[in-house]
């Protein structure tokens, strides 16, 4: 029986079959699957700016005559012609590219106008085909402007049965005015809009002077042109390596803005007043490609996680123009940390990745700056320019071959109607007798009888020397680079005219504006400063109960049975509150995490890790320019700065080095102009030294304040010498006693000591 192919021992080849390596079989077909993913679907051409759907879009809306003087046809004929003509792909893939053609959010110049559904600036989709209409803009008539003038080769269809244009002759410049991204094999290309105007008038100054800098360039594009508007903050050196390399990238914020002002500019601030002193910001313009309605989503999500807490609400109040209203929590937020924060956290700042990969003339995928981008633009012009004129001069040649027929028959014209007449077969005798062509005997013969009149002649006569005299001009423009140059700045003053800045279409709608890198806003700037006094007690509650409470009535605070105040102090919701605990260690908790002033607080070491046999000496709120007077019971001690003791980990940050037995004792914040410290002991001995004589220090032991026979330090303070020593008065009183007179005191550092003035209070404590 005769081998199958089902028979694993068939030795006869399958039709069809090829014995390759496999990898060699691989890297072949996907070498070709990635060459025409680069050169025909991802990468758009640098002469027309597009992709050969996009091209084929326009091409097809042409044959059909949606001409914007026409009425809208349907979208869906426009995607069956693409599709059953040009373009053999999903009719999704097709519309898709289509609708994208029709938005004003999406490109700077649409190409495609679009009636009907064809998706918005919330993200949302476009109707389906079936309900769309469109017709093309008058860009794209100018980007197609000379199709019919010989000015760039046709190629068949995939089908052969019709033909399509290579590339797009006009003189728009659609590539950098409108941009283009896509993803190909290995490489991705991603370029930005820019305003027509300008990019024409840089191409302008290329003309005159070819070896124009790119700074000279950058005169005149200035950097993107969204259309979704928007301001890129990068410096001018980060923009103009950008165009020089090809590569990059630029910052795109949202404008807030209440509107423009009667000058025409706008009014940047975005700050919206209200009634009681209250305000709102208000966002016109968000970055391009980013969807309002996403956006918006994730703005009230921050507030939703309380990540923003300084946010209350967002609102979209958009109409035909955008709109979006961010509410404050309260007036005294900070409107620059706001919009900082939003920038940092929200897309209401983007960054475009610039990358100018293009196919060039001959179909090459090259990563071009500015000026070799626009120079090899406007080679492809001069050859479209040339092309024109050559197709031109073919035409009057035509046309002369058949005036100079017309005319010799009106010099002859009773012999040719006796020729006519008289002969079966006019035409060879007419060929023979007046040495004519067979175009012109075939249109001599053609001629109406109603042509044959003098004035004919005279008009045939005139024709004849303007279509000399214009084939003259036009032959010296072929032959003439410089000529051509001219014409080609001509047509482009021309063109720049329509597009110009001071046109509806054509004003810049993106500022260029240097703005400051998104800094990190400090975590203190997210929370609403309000005035809290902070509450102690000795069994470690803690609560904050809002407002300044004057110290005379801290005896009214309530606390648990058998509990007491031990310390309260005046701060800020911002403010961060050391506690110093006697092994020497600092914590750190924030004014804005403590429970409110309502019930009996918290307790303190559900907050952070402090040792059960430890006692919490002090309570200081914290500023980042403070400084702290540390003291040990064994009399060493040192300065520290405040910034140098704030942690914010549950186990805090070990400070003091303590000796065997001895613990911290003293914690009190340096006054700005102090300059002298008083300490006390056990044993009642004073000392007073210059503070110049105590080390700063970050952590450490210190250095000895006093030395002590028996017992340790009990109290330590600074002081401003000139203006004594005072500590408070025993008894309810509430009064101080201040001694000036301080020179039996004032020793070196680490002296004993002796004992204090009459009327040092009994506690040996300065109060």
Not at 285 to 311: M, N
Not at 654 to 667: G, I, Q, Y
Request: hydrophobic share 40%; proline share 5%; glycine share 8%.
């Amino acid at each position: 029986m005769a081998n199958t192919t089902d028979d694993p021992g068939s030795i006869d080849p399958v039709p069809g079959q090829s014995d390759t390596p496999f990898d060699s079989a691989l890297s072949e077909r996907y070498l070709v699957y990635a060459l025409s993913t680069i050169t025909a679907r991802s990468l758009p051409d640098l002469r027309d700016g597009l992709k050969p759907v996009h091209r084929r879009l326009l091409w097809a809306m042409r044959a059909m005559r949606l001409d914007p003087s026409q009425g809208y046809k349907k979208s869906a004929r426009v995607v069956g012609d693409v599709i059953g003509k040009f373009h053999p792909h999903g009719d999704t893939a097709v519309y898709d590219a289509m609708v994208r053609l029709a938005q004003d959010f999406s490109l700077r110049y649409p190409l495609v106008d679009g009636q009907g559904n064809f998706g918005n600036i919330d993200g949302d989709n476009a109707a389906a085909y079936r309900y769309t209409e469109a017709r093309l803009t008058r860009v794209a008539i100018d980007l197609m402007q000379g199709l019919d003038e010989g000015t760039v080769d046709f190629r068949p269809t995939y089908n052969g049965e019709d033909e399509e244009p290579e590339i797009m002759p006009g003189l728009f410049p659609n590539l950098l005015a409108n941009g283009a991204s896509g993803i190909a094999v290995g490489m991705a290309t991603n370029i930005p809009p820019h305003n027509a105007a300008e990019v024409i008038g840089a191409a302008l100054l290329l003309i005159e002077n070819p070896n124009a800098e790119l700074a000279e360039l950058l005169d005149h594009v200035k950097g993107p042109d969204f259309p979704t508007g928007g301001i890129v903050v990068d410096s001018a050196e980060t923009i103009a390596h950008a165009y020089e390399t090809g590569r990059g990238g630029f910052r795109v914020r949202a404008r807030f803005s209440t509107g423009k002002l009667d000058g025409g500019d706008w009014e940047d601030s975005g700050i919206e007043k209200l009634s009681g002193g209250t305000w709102q910001l208000v966002i016109s313009e968000i970055p391009y490609g980013v969807a309002k309605g996403k956006l918006i989503e994730q703005i009230a999500q921050l507030i939703a996680d309380k990540k923003l807490p300084i946010l209350e609400d967002v609102r979209d109040e958009s109409a035909e123009d955008l709109r979006i209203v961010l509410e404050p929590k309260s007036r005294n937020v900070d409107p620059e940390v706001l919009k900082e924060s939003l920038y940092r956290l929200t897309d209401l700042e983007t960054r475009f990745a610039l990358n100018l990969n293009v196919l060039d003339a001959t179909r090459t995928p090259k990563v071009m700056g500015l000026k070799q981008l626009l120079t090899e633009w406007l080679q492809h012009q001069i050859v479209v320019l040339v092309r024109r004129a050559q197709h031109r001069i073919a035409k009057i040649d035509d046309r002369l071959e058949l005036v100079a027929g017309y005319i010799i028959a009106f010099l002859n014209l009773d012999r040719i109607i006796e020729i006519i007449r008289t002969e079966d077969e006019p035409k060879p005798v007419m060929i023979a007798e007046f040495i004519l062509t067979d175009r012109q005997a075939e249109a001599i013969l053609n001629m109406r009888l109603r042509s044959l009149r003098k004035l004919e002649e005279m008009e045939l006569k005139r024709e004849q020397a303007d279509l000399v005299a214009e084939r003259e001009e036009l032959a010296k423009l072929v032959d003439s680079p410089a000529r051509q140059r001219t014409r080609l700045r001509k047509d482009l003053e021309k063109l720049r005219d329509v597009y110009g800045l001071e046109t509806l279409l054509g004003a810049r709608r993106t500022t260029i504006a240097e703005a400051a890198p998104t800094r990190e806003i400090p975590l203190d700037a997210m929370i609403e400063k309000e005035p809290v006094t902070v509450i102690l007690s000795k069994r470690g509650w803690i609560r904050a109960q809002r407002g300044h409470v004057v110290a005379d009535q801290w005896a009214d605070f309530k606390f648990k049975d058998g509990d007491e105040l031990l310390f309260a102090a005046h701060a800020q919701t911002t403010d961060k509150l050391l506690i110093a605990a006697s092994d020497g260690r600092f914590f750190t908790v924030g004014a804005d995490k403590l429970p409110g002033g309502r019930g009996f607080g918290e307790p303190l070491r559900l907050m952070v890790d402090i040792d059960p046999d430890a006692r919490i000496v002090a309570m200081v709120p914290a500023s980042a320019d403070g400084r702290l007077l540390l003291a040990s019971s064994s009399g060493h001690g040192f300065v520290v700065q405040a910034g140098d003791v704030t942690a914010e980990t549950r186990k805090g940050r070990n400070v003091v080095n303590l000796k065997p037995k001895a613990v911290l004792t003293v914690v009190r914040p340096i006054a700005s102009g102090d300059d002298s410290v008083a300490v006390v002991g056990d044993n009642r001995k004073l000392v007073v030294f210059p503070l110049a004589e105590v080390p700063v220090m970050a952590r450490g032991q210190g250095v000895m304040l006093q030395r002590y026979r028996d017992g340790g330090l009990s109290d330590a303070v600074s002081f401003v010498f000139a203006e004594g020593l005072s500590w408070a008065m025993g008894g309810d009183s509430g009064r101080t006693r201040t001694e000036t007179d301080l020179a039996p005191w004032r020793v070196a550092r680490g002296a004993a000591g002796r004992m204090p003035p009459t009327g040092f209070p009994r506690s040996n404590r300065f109060g």
